[in-house]
């Protein structure tokens, strides 16, 4: 059968394609640490649970309002007012099947064929295909020389005529790079002159570590509120990855035509997982803190175990549960990340994401979403296959 070229071109994330090997050989028997989890290794707290459960014995199994339930919708507007300040209306909301759903409408909504986006490289792996998919041009700019921090002057160099908007993703997957308040508005300033939209995806903005604090550019003042499209989301925050609840706030013209868009495709988001996510966004916020405490102590762990690794070089993560090391001194041996993913899955039984999916061919990703004596078990397996 002919695959369409828009489809035919999408790569396979290479998240899940790391996921399936070391899934097959688990299946064998085989003893896998898998470093490779996208997703909070902790259960969804009990009281969201319940209010799920609540949810479907009361018979709320049906269509919902396409763009989300009026009740999530306030609740969204009361959690954007506590945790950015901003006050927004409901018709700055639209949900969606998970944030990645919420980007996928944004963009597909604001992007014209041949209108090229920033993006700050390393970066999340679905940026550029979903900017592919909706006709437009990923305008990559490489930050690896930079500490992983982009820069005003290299983001003023990048912009054309037919530059529409940027992504910041801040605390950011891969590199758990979060970027302070006068560095975002540094950007903001180039915005501004240039007339850009924003796109900022805040998704891990609750898992950010001592010294470090989230901004959002959203934030900085009225006129970037206005020009900012915040991508927020349950997945991290509330470890609801499996529940596809995500949203994005925003201009409310631009709103109500990706809610247009949505209804013709997904319509509304699962209605018990909306009535969940009341729940997670209004009831008690203190398991958030304790996931972020417990993340806090095993990037310590690995970040003082893969300094120990001879040829790994780490800019230690400020957020997320990533951290990022180039192993370039080791590129002489497997060639590419990837060689060297597949090496350490097959000699130590260890599963890391190549770099080459987040734009970076010198880096390795790995999680920290699993327990400590996993790390620990896992990067000893990894330093003693490279000696
Ligand atoms: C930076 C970033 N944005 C968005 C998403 C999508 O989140 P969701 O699971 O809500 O679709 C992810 C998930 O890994 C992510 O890492």
């Not at 180039?190 to 470090?212: F, P, Q």
């Not at 909306?274 to 417990?294: C, F, H, N, W, Y």
Request: net charge negative; glycine share 6%.
């Amino acid at each position: 059968m002919k695959i369409s070229t828009t489809v035919s071109s999408i790569p396979t994330s290479p998240t899940l394609a790391v996921t399936s090997k070391a899934k097959a050989l688990k299946a064998q028997g085989k003893n896998v640490i898998g470093f490779g989890a996208g997703e909070p290794d902790f259960d969804t707290p009990e009281h969201i649970k319940q209010a799920a459960i609540r949810a479907l014995e009361n018979g709320f199994t049906k269509y919902t309002p396409v763009g989300g339930m009026v009740e999530l919708k306030d609740a969204i507007v009361y959690r954007t007012s506590e945790d950015y300040g901003i006050e927004i209306t409901p018709e700055n909301v639209v949900v969606s099947c998970g944030a990645k759903h919420s980007l996928f409408n944004l963009l597909l909504t604001i992007l014209s064929p041949g209108d090229e986006v920033i993006c700050p490289s390393p970066y999340w792996v679905s940026y550029p295909p979903i900017i592919r998919i909706a006709g437009a041009v990923p305008v990559i700019i490489d930050t690896t020389e930079n500490n992983m921090r982009l820069e005003a002057a290299q983001l003023k160099e990048s912009i054309t005529k037919r530059t529409r908007a940027i992504i910041i993703n801040s605390p950011c997957n891969p590199t758990g790079t979060t970027y302070t308040r006068k560095e975002l508005e540094k950007i903001a300033e180039v915005c501004l002159e240039n007339d850009l939209m924003i796109i900022s995806d805040d998704i891990y903005h609750k898992i950010v570590y001592s010294g470090s604090e989230f901004s959002s550019i959203a934030t900085l003042s009225r006129e970037l509120t206005e020009r900012t499209f915040i991508i927020q989301g349950v997945s991290k925050t509330y470890a609801m990855t499996g529940w596809r609840i995500g949203y994005c706030i925003g201009n409310a013209e631009v709103i109500s035509a990706m809610t247009r868009l949505q209804s013709q495709s997904t319509s509304n988001p699962t209605s018990f997982a909306q009535a969940a996510s009341i729940e997670a966004l209004k009831g008690p916020q203190d398991t958030v803190e304790d996931m972020r405490k417990t993340f806090e102590k095993r990037k310590a762990i690995m970040v003082s175990m893969l300094s120990d690794i001879p040829g790994f070089e780490l800019i230690e993560p400020q957020g997320t549960f990533y951290c990022f090391p180039s192993v370039k001194a080791h590129l002489d041996r497997f060639k590419t990340t990837s060689g060297l993913a597949d090496f350490l899955l097959e000699k130590a039984l260890v599963a890391v994401v190549p770099g080459e999916g987040f734009g970076s061919p010198d880096h390795i990703r790995l999680s920290f979403a699993l327990h400590d004596e996993n790390i620990v078990d896992g990067l000893n397996r990894i330093k003693q296959a490279l000696s």
